[in-house]
């Protein structure tokens, strides 16, 4: 029974204590250090007492940059009463020295407007580089360290100090804690400044127990990863890391009124443990580091700023073509380096060919692997015979040069292309003996007198022949007159021919549909759209291209989708299906009669 009363007593005291009431709702504003140089950041703190699912709004301020650096959130219970809290982090830089102003930062709850105090302070001039230990601000709501106490320490060690702008260079971040200390990693290292990009970094650290040179240990964790530098010149490379440090604070609690061992086990010791949470910002040292720029020496005019070790492979289809057709050049480059800077090789001679804006994708890590670029070229002129070289540079350096990388021409032939005329044919001479040789005159055979001549207009053979000779030329004139009448206004012929013609590419897109054959319904389909659209507009319908239907319809025009679709099936080997092949001819049937 004893027993069952101090549960009783127990569930009691946690009912009283979820019964609390929330305090106010208040918002204050706090800038550490108060007082910072032109070159340092300091961290503005927004506190919000009475609730955590909110969002302030910073005020704009002239000459002041401001960065997220996270937030934390924390309730407890005094006296039955609970008391819940959110404070979010925001890094301040200047623009100039002097003084500087923010507003009152607002934040809303349950409909209504609640504003801190607005801040006054003061920016100093520069202080210049310093070396070791970066004077960095505290982290938000952070305790100040015990004098003589070191909580941990964060080093970076590229693998060369010296490298070229765009070069990818691996590098090791290791931080190093003491152990026994209750820490947590809120984020992962994030580089100082803006003279150097992060490419790559673990998502996780690797973590070992690490001997120190002078006797004892320490828990490291190492992050591995890849940066390039953006500016050249000198300049320190340095890492920045934010943790929790967890202080165990045990709670003291009255003896026990029932006299009972129950509440005296040490499991409410831990259950009544209070944690005090110290929010600590690690700070490398500075590593002084070089970045060389790139020799202006023997740049390649189509040099984008590729750096690394690559190589390169381009293929083209299809090799046999009709005039309009489009060719697909896929083009790989593979090696390692920065990719982000990789763009699509060039043609060495783009005379007589239409380009499109290429399609790419890249496949394995940052500063390894491979980029695909597809891209579709039309040639403009039928005399061309052959895909011109491409050209890809970049600079090696390891070598400390550029190089060009040159792939070879790749045959094609277009169908219905003019070919070179023929020689003339010289006649030959007749032999001599041939020439010499005359044709014997006619023998005169006298025949029977004839009693009666007709004369030859009274000759019905002869009138036959003027009354058929008549007839051609009564039709000659009307073809003659209809022809200059078509000359003066062809568009009626024109559209009758090109709706037959329609017709007929109708039936032959029908029968591709139903019998799935996909690479016939596309060239009848794209076929009716160039002979239609080439009829309407006066233009070649073999020289109608993706780009001039956009140029001419409508962005939103369902041919114009159409046609692109029709284009991405052919050379990215995408699959049409039946349903959308007789919707597609129903749409382009209607689309096209309504275009005059």
């Known amino acids: 029974m004893r027993l069952v ?4 007593l127990l569930a009691a005291l946690l009912c009283c204590t979820a019964s609390g009431r929330a305090e106010e709702i208040s918002v204050t504003a706090e800038l550490q250090p108060a007082t910072f140089a032109v070159d340092q950041e300091a961290v503005l703190v927004v506190t919000v007492n009475g609730a955590s699912e909110v969002q302030p709004e910073l005020p704009a301020a002239e000459g002041l940059h401001f960065r997220s650096l996270g937030q934390s959130q924390q309730t407890s219970w005094i006296n039955g009463q609970v008391s819940a809290s959110v404070a979010f982090s925001f890094g301040v830089r200047a623009e100039q020295p002097g003084q500087h102003r923010i507003g009152p930062v607002k934040v809303r709850v349950n409909g209504k407007d609640y504003a801190s105090q607005p801040l006054t302070f003061v920016v100093g001039p520069a202080l210049g580089g310093t070396s070791g230990r970066r004077s960095v601000p505290p982290a938000p709501n952070a305790q100040p360290e015990p004098a003589g106490e070191d909580i941990g320490n964060i080093t970076i060690e590229p693998q060369s100090s010296s490298f070229y702008v765009g070069q990818i260079v691996p590098f090791a971040i290791k931080a190093c804690f003491q152990p026994g200390r209750r820490i947590q990693v809120k984020n992962s290292p994030r580089f100082s400044g803006e003279h150097f990009l992060l490419h790559q970094l673990d998502n996780e650290p690797q973590q070992e127990e690490e001997r120190l040179p002078g006797g004892g240990s320490c828990i490291a964790l190492t992050w591995r990863g890849n940066f390039s530098a953006v500016k050249e010149g000198a300049a320190p490379l340095a890492v920045e890391l934010d943790i929790d440090l967890m202080v165990r604070e045990k709670t003291m609690r009255q003896a026990d009124p029932f006299g009972s061992p129950l509440l005296d086990d040490p499991f409410f010791d831990d259950f009544f443990a ?12 500075d590593k002084p580091v070089t970045a060389l720029p790139l020799p202006a020496k023997n740049r390649p005019a189509d040099f984008k700023g590729a750096v690394g070790l690559f190589s390169m492979a381009v293929a083209a289809s299809p090799a046999d073509l009709k005039p309009g057709d489009p060719i697909t050049l896929r083009m790989k480059i593979t090696g390692s380096g920065n990719f982000d800077r990789v763009q699509a090789p060039e043609l060495s001679e783009s005379a007589g060919w239409k380009l499109y804006p290429p399609a790419e994708q890249f496949s394995g890590q940052a500063e390894k692997g491979e980029k695909t670029f597809e891209q579709a070229a039309v040639p403009i002129s039928g005399k061309l015979n052959a895909v011109p070289s491409l050209r890809f540079s970049y600079f090696d350096p390891a070598a400390k040069d550029y190089v060009t990388l040159t792939s070879e021409p790749i045959p094609i032939r277009i169908q219905g292309a003019a070919a070179e005329p023929a020689p003339p044919v010289q006649q030959q ?7 010499r040789q005359a044709a014997p005159p006619p023998a005169f055979v006298p025949g029977e007198s004839v009693l009666l001549l007709q004369p030859l207009h009274e000759q019905r053979r002869f009138q036959a022949v003027m009354a058929g000779a008549g007839c051609c030329l009564a039709a000659g004139l009307l073809l003659d007159l209809r022809r200059r009448r078509l000359e003066a206004n062809p568009g009626p012929a024109l559209r009758r021919q090109a709706e ?6 109708c ?12 690479e016939g319904f596309r060239q009848h389909c794209q076929e009716a759209v160039r002979r239609w659209i080439g009829t309407v507009w006066g233009m070649n319908a073999a020289a109608v291209t993706l780009a001039d239907l956009r140029e001419q319809l409508p962005a939103d025009s369902p041919l114009l989708a159409i046609f692109s679709r029709l284009e991405e099936s052919g050379y990215a080997g995408q699959v049409l299906a039946q349903e959308e092949m007789a919707a597609m001819l129903e749409t382009v049937r209607t689309e096209l009669v309504k275009l005059t």
């Open 5 to 8: 009363r101090q549960l009783w």
């Open 274 to 285: 209070h944690y005090i949470r110290r929010e600590i910002r690690l700070a490398s040292p």
């Open 429 to 435: 001479p007749l032999p001599e003996t041939k020439r």
């Open 500 to 505: 037959r013609r329609l017709a007929q590419d």
């Open 507 to 518: 039936r032959a897109m029908r029968t591709a549909a139903a019998a799935a054959d996909q």
